[in-house]
């Protein structure tokens, strides 16, 4: 086990935990500007992957000392998936709209993979309790 016992996350933690915040709050306002004109069908592909994105900022408060590793995996795996994803809508966006809806979730979501994924993350989520 890590010899980290601070209830007090690291810095990696923190921001990862506000990238993933500051992720959600951008998905919502890039569905309050990008809905006028959607079908259901349009509605719904813009919503998938917000979805995911909801689920980790979710996740990330309780990076405040309650969460173990199990969060931090489930965290890292969904949003992969979120920002494959979007890389493929990045590359294949129509227009500029779907570009910046793609590229905000990977610019944003990248880092947090990247920051969680660091020693110093490990061992905070994995620390004796």
């Known amino acids: 086990m890590s010899e980290i016992r601070e209830a007090v996350p690291p810095r990696q933690v923190r921001a990862a935990q506000l990238l993933l915040l500051s992720l959600a709050f951008v998905g919502v306002v890039v569905l309050l500007a990008l809905q ?12 998938a992957p917000w979805l995911l994105v909801w689920v980790c900022a979710l996740l990330a ?44 979730r990977v610019a944003l979501g990248l880092p947090a993979v990247v920051l969680l994924f660091l020693p110093e993350a490990r061992d905070w989520f994995e620390r004796e309790r």
């Open 61 to 104: 408060v309780t990076y405040d000392g309650r969460a173990r590793g199990g969060v931090r995996m489930t965290t890292i795996v969904l949003m992969v998936f979120v920002v494959v994803g979007s890389l493929d809508q990045v590359f294949g966006a129509e227009d500029p709209a779907a570009f910046v809806d793609a590229a905000l």
């Open 36 to 47: 006028d004109g959607l079908t259901y069908h349009g509605m719904g592909e813009l919503l």
